[in-house]
Every structure is written in C-alpha cells, then in structure tokens.
Nanobody, 125 residues
Framework: QVQLLESGGGLVQAGDSLRLSCAASGGTFETYVMGWFRQGPGSKREFVAT????????RYASSVKDRFTISRDNANNTVYLLMNSLKPEDTAVYYC??????????????????WGQGTQVTVSS
C-alpha cells in the first residue's frame, strides 16, 4: 500500500515562500506521476501542479504558474512544491497525490490513485 506524507506547511505572510515535501513509501515511486492539489475554505479541491515520472514534464494551474515549482527526487521517494510570492488566495490544505496509471502526466484528480492527508498553508495579508 502506498503512503504519502506531506510536510512543510505553515503560516506565512504574503510575499513569503514555502517548500512543501511529500514522502512516499510502500510503492514504486519512480514510476508514478505525482501531483499537488489544494482545497481552500469553502472550495472544491483544485489542481496545482503535476510532474512526470522522470521529471521531464510538468504542468501548472494558471493561478500558480511562474510562482510555484514542482520537482521530485526519485532516489529519496520525495516530491516537492516550492511556492514563491505567496498570496492570501493560496491559503488551502495542500494534498500530494500519486498516479500509477498509464498517462505520462495528468491534471485530473480522479486519475490519481493515492493521496496524502494534506498540510495546511495559511497566507496572511
């Protein structure tokens, strides 16, 4: 059974940076597409970023493009989300997810097979 554990969330001010980490165990991490999603107060879960198994392909939501960077370390079974220039509207619970399907990359939450418990990010103005 694959387990995903997020860390790195917290309370920051607008304009600050945070780096989220997601450590995977129990599966073949190097074969998974990895993604980050978030769910703000009163909102549906939304796509943030995704990365292919080897890191060659990435995709971002338009709201975070040029501010957030997704990366992965297959040797250490970890995926990261570096968040710069944070805004109050980035406040959400951030979830890490893994897809062991055949697509090289995906932004669709339903395609992901495994999910972490989430880490809270709060950005004050």
């Amino acid at each position: 059974q694959v387990q995903l554990l997020e860390s790195g969330g917290g309370l920051v001010q607008a304009g600050d940076s945070l780096r989220l980490s997601c450590a995977a165990s129990g599966g073949t991490f190097e074969t998974y597409v990895m993604g980050w999603f978030r769910q703000g107060p009163g909102s549906k879960r939304e796509f943030v970023a995704t990365i292919s198994w080897n890191g060659d392909h990435t995709r971002y939501a338009s709201s975070v493009k040029d501010r957030f960077t997704i990366s992965r370390d297959n040797a250490n079974n970890t995926v990261y989300l570096l968040m710069n220039s944070l805004k109050p509207e980035d406040t959400a619970v951030y979830y890490c997810a893994a897809d062991d399907g055949w697509l090289p990359i995906t932004v669709i939450a339903a395609e992901y097979d495994y999910w972490g418990q989430g880490t809270q990010v709060t950005v004050s103005s």
